[in-house]
């Protein structure tokens, strides 16, 4: 019988190859969009708000807001006010703490029965939070090397209201995985995310190549 150990290792290392490509080309955007009578422009106006109480008024929030607020102009949309736009383009935005994720590098086998409580060190297996060998592992030769790394799951929320009547019209997702916590990078990517192909198939989740942030 195959442990759940051996399947939960497997499963993470399958999980881990597909963070790796996306970590070497920056990294990918799914953008999740539904839509119901959204109109097109024809001189509407708008107001970006926060969906956030917390954020309402913030300096960093007034600068993402400036680029969605950019993007509906540039589809043919009228900058208003809350208090008198025909739509109400309600924003939010976030990033997680963090995942670590282990990799093997170097020209040895890959340990598929690698145990994630233990970690590598200088040729033994060392439990996490522990000093001392490990076991001895003879699929893992001596020039191989794990190591980890942490991503960090990003996300916007983009909602849209007729503000007479209440009615949404519109709500859009991106996420992504990359190895950056900065929402200055990570908040105006997602925004040329979501805006790209705008407003898309109703209920379609697309993947949308974003630029790696320059170091």
């Known amino acids: 019988m ?13 999980i881990l190859g597909a963070g790796l490509t996306a970590c070497a080309t920056g990294f990918q955007a799914d953008v999740s969009r539904f839509q119901a009578q959204l109109p097109a422009p024809q001189g509407q106006t708008f107001a970006v708000v926060a969906d956030d109480p917390s954020l309402a008024g913030g ?10 607020s950019g993007e509906m102009a540039r589809l043919g949309y009228v900058p208003g006010t809350p208090a ?4 109400i383009v ?3 935005y976030d990033v997680d ?3 670590e994720r282990v990799r093997s590098t170097g020209t040895g086998f890959r340990d598929p029965f690698y145990d994630p409580w233990y970690r590598y060190r200088a040729g033994a297996f060392v439990p996490r939070g ?10 893992l030769s001596s020039s191989s090397r794990i190591d980890s790394y942490t991503v960090y799951t990003s996300e916007i929320d983009l909602d849209i ?3 007479r009547t209440g009615e ?8 992504a995985v990359s190895p950056s916590d900065n929402l200055q990078y990570l908040v105006p990517n997602l925004v040329d995310a979501m805006f790209t192909g705008f407003p898309g198939n109703s209920g379609e989740t697309v993947r949308i190549s974003i630029k790696p942030e320059e170091r």
């Open 90 to 92: 309600r924003f939010d």
């Open 168 to 175: 949404r019209l519109f709500e859009g997702t991106a996420k």
């Open 97 to 99: 703490n963090g995942r």
């Open 2 to 14: 195959i442990k759940p150990r051996f399947l939960a290792a497997v499963g993470a290392l399958g």
């Open 161 to 163: 209201d007729d503000r």
């Open 130 to 139: 522990y000093w001392g060998y490990g076991y001895y592992d003879p699929w």
């Open 84 to 87: 008198n736009a025909d739509l």
């Open 59 to 68: 300096i960093e929030f007034g600068q993402y807001a400036e680029l969605v």
